[in-house]
T-cell receptor, first 112, second 114 residues
């Protein structure tokens, strides 16, 4: 079922550093690629999303880089803070098809 | 705005029982999707309801069924519970109308099957 592969499984970064999480997808019909942040005991929260017509999207400290030919996309968290410590999920779907496919998640720990 | 709300927060059932989970969408949203999130995994799409009809379904057996009410709230029913049904069940709302399903998630219902 899983069509989105996410790495790494866990990541430890020092405060102020850059966190990078990578995802690869298989289905070339996907045209919507969101990233979610999930804290323990909470549901996922939409962080940032990108469509394949652009190669990069930035919102504050969060940037998505998208490589359509390689079928890969990544999340960069600049100036990582301890409050960013959470599990991050990438996902992919086709607009109009709501069967959103999620990666397995990356547990990010930002050390002070 | 309370966002997406779900009830109950936690639930413990035994194998073979039936369970009903409830979801109220964010104000202004008319589409509700349900996801199952096993421990340590990403959510998996169960189905989506719009205009009181199941519009799309993921790879889940018929033991999983749902309903949407005229006020857009929704229920997820699971029959003949199995140990493997233990998971966090998430509701996501979107809309109005056609929109990616994962814009707003609720906090989830933690189901434990013993």
């Amino acid at each position: 079922q899983q069509q989105v592969k996410q790495s790494p499984q866990s990541l430890i970064v020092q405060k102020g550093g850059i966190s990078i999480i990578n995802c690869a997808y298989e289905n070339t019909a996907f045209d919507y690629f969101p990233w979610y942040q999930q804290f323990p005991g909470k549901g996922p929260a939409l962080l940032i999303a990108i469509r394949p017509d652009v190669s990069e999207k930035k919102e504050g400290r969060f940037t998505i880089s998208f490589n359509k030919s390689a079928k890969q996309f990544s999340l960069h968290i600049m100036d990582s803070q301890p409050g960013d410590s959470a599990t991050y999920f990438c996902a992919a779907s086709k607009v109009g098809n709501n069967d959103m496919r999620f990666g397995a998640g990356t547990r990010l720990t930002v050390k002070p | 705005d309370a966002g997406v709300t779900q009830s109950p927060t936690h639930l413990i059932k035994t194998r073979g029982q039936q369970v009903t989970l409830r979801c109220s969408p964010k104000s202004g949203h008319d589409t509700v999707s349900w996801y199952q999130q096993a421990l340590g995994q990403g959510p998996q799409f169960i189905f989506q309801y719009y205009e009181e009809e199941e519009r799309q379904r993921g790879n889940f057996p018929d033991r999983f069924s749902g309903h949407q009410f005229p006020n857009y709230s929704s229920e997820l029913n699971v029959n003949a519970l199995l140990l493997g049904d233990s998971a966090l069940y998430l509701c996501a709302s979107s809309g109005p109308g056609l929109a990616p399903s994962g814009e707003f998630f609720g906090p989830g219902t933690r189901l434990t099957v013993l």
